[in-house]
């Protein structure tokens, strides 16, 4: 998610694109939808699920409570219990982003795809729907001034250019970028509110779906979330290339994507730094579509987004007071555009900062006032000159320095 760029992150997993930024999730969300979700990104999965089949006992349960008791079930293995949720989903609320992700998903019951990785994807299906993905892809981009990966996209059949984001969970646009494509704009209440980069506070967004190709990738009925307006390029998220291993070739400028030989049943072990094998590697784990790994700050290590579509590394002032750094007082103010406007903060050098391969001494990072992703995001300013590659198989990203 760049921050300088005005772009943010937007959750696919709960289908009610609740924000890696912030804990807001829609305004009609329950108390209980809350709770579950809550313990679901913590990975309590069993007291999640208690929390969700409580709320789904009424005879009208809010479609997005349901999905979510879906994906619970999926990720506890339970997996005829999590088909009948789902498929409860496609029935009452077949319109819904939520019952088009499970019907997704019903689909990847079809053709046997049962493990799932707790994060809505599927890989069943792509030929009944029309989708196309290919064993393999290369995609050409054209670096911003500040390094961004920019696509070409189309959605529905309309060329615009895309911020290609490991950070972004979804696929995320504003009203204007709809405007520009000639695509009509989601209208009434929004379905939505979320907060991101900037001090607007909370954001109302919409839910819809589109197709989308980038290359030869092809998906139909890909979930997005449209705010009123967003400065920059839209959003190319993770639910466009889930399937895909992918690697970012900074040296052509081009991503060669794999199809995903299998779906990991569960996630990197949230404990680990290092897959002890290759020191230029190392493990991830996903909240909701977010690629989670282990840095180092001064010394102190903490979890941290890995975000390719950031520019900067940021972190929230309450970071600094975590991590015992005080700002210095020849800090340089910064003033930067998100996606729910401008925001002030400061930008230093810290001492040092390591993730992985990558070690950074005397590393300028910003600190904002309008940031509250509850973790730091790694931005291109430090992945620099190297080359890597996210595995989504192994849940392991590999590094090679150019």
């Not at 890989?123 to 981009?141: C, D, I, K, W």
């Amino acid at each position: 998610m760049p921050t300088a760029s005005s772009t943010t992150k937007y959750s696919a997993v709960s289908m009610l694109c609740s924000l890696v930024l912030a804990a807001a999730l829609p305004g009609h969300s329950a108390t209980g939808l809350q709770q579950g979700v809550t313990l679901y990104k913590q990975g309590k999965y069993a007291q999640a699920a208690k929390v969700f089949e409580a709320a789904c006992r009424n005879p009208v349960c809010d479609p997005n409570t349901l999905y979510y008791y879906a994906l619970t079930l999926h990720q506890l293995g339970s997996y005829d219990k999590a088909k009948i949720a789902y498929q409860r989903v496609a029935r009452e609320y077949p319109g819904s982003p939520a019952g088009l992700m499970a019907g997704q998903a019903l689909s990847s019951f079809a053709t046997g795809g049962r493990a799932g990785s707790g994060d809505g994807s599927t890989t069943g299906g792509a030929a009944e729907s029309g989708e196309n993905l290919p064993e393999q892809a290369r995609v050409y981009y054209t670096p911003s001034h500040s390094g961004q990966i920019i696509v070409d996209g189309y959605v529905n059949n309309r060329q615009i250019k895309m911020l290609f984001d490991t950070g972004a969970e979804s696929c995320a646009f504003g009203k204007n970028h709809l405007k520009e494509l000639g695509i009509p704009a989601p209208t009434g209440i929004a379905t939505s509110k979320t907060r991101g980069v900037g001090d607007s506070g909370l954001i109302d967004t919409w839910n819809t779906t589109a197709t989308i190709k980038v290359g030869n990738i092809e998906r139909k009925n890909v979930p997005i979330s449209v705010q009123e307006v967003m400065v920059g390029d839209p959003l190319l998220g993770q639910t466009f290339f889930k399937d895909f291993t992918y690697t970012i070739d900074n040296g052509s400028n081009s991503i060669q994507f794999n199809r995903k030989k299998r779906m990991p049943a569960v996630s990197y072990s949230r404990g680990s730094s290092s897959n002890g094998t290759d020191r230029n590697s190392i493990p991830f784990f996903k909240v909701g579509n977010t690629i989670m790994v282990t840095g180092f700050v001064n010394g102190k290590s903490m979890r941290m987004i890995f975000d390719t579509g950031a520019d900067h590394t940021v972190f929230a002032y309450a970071d600094m007071k975590n991590l015992g750094i005080a700002i210095p007082d020849d800090a340089q103010e910064v003033v930067q555009t998100g996606v729910a406007g401008d925001t002030t903060g400061v930008m230093f050098k810290i001492q040092r900062m390591i993730v992985g391969p990558i070690d950074r001494a005397d590393f300028n990072i910003s600190v904002l006032h309008g940031f509250e992703a509850g973790h730091p995001l790694i931005g291109r300013s430090f992945l620099g000159e190297w080359q890597y590659t996210i595995d989504n198989d192994a849940n392991i990203i590999h590094f090679l320095r150019r």
